[in-house]
């Protein structure tokens, strides 16, 4: 049975190694939902304060996502934007 119909949050994307293959895909390389990210600052706090003892690699991998720094070059989606057609890269 296909969740073709199923209702996920918004900052729900689920990324197959097949969509690299399609042009129309290119935009979920490049950004994160604005949802999503302030998902995952919240979780980078928590690992800080939970984790002590985590690398300092981590840590300031961490702390540059609470301060609001996306990693591997990604960029927050526009709330106004449908994905990536914006012409100023």
């Known amino acids: 049975m296909s969740n073709k119909n199923r209702s996920w949050p918004e900052w729900y994307r689920l990324i ?5 293959l399609f042009i129309e895909n290119e935009y979920k390389f490049k950004v994160i939902p ?5 998902h995952l600052q919240g979780r ?5 304060n939970n984790r ?3 690398s300092s ?3 300031d991998h961490w702390q540059r996502i609470v301060d609001g720094i996306p ?3 990604l960029k927050v989606e526009d709330k106004n934007s449908k994905g990536g057609n914006d012409e100023q890269d």
């Open 52 to 54: 002590p003892t985590a």
């Open 57 to 59: 690699y981590e840590r």
């Open 34 to 38: 604005a949802g999503l990210w302030k």
């Open 16 to 20: 197959q190694g097949r969509d690299i």
């Open 44 to 48: 980078a706090k928590e690992l800080l």
């Open 71 to 73: 990693p591997y070059g």
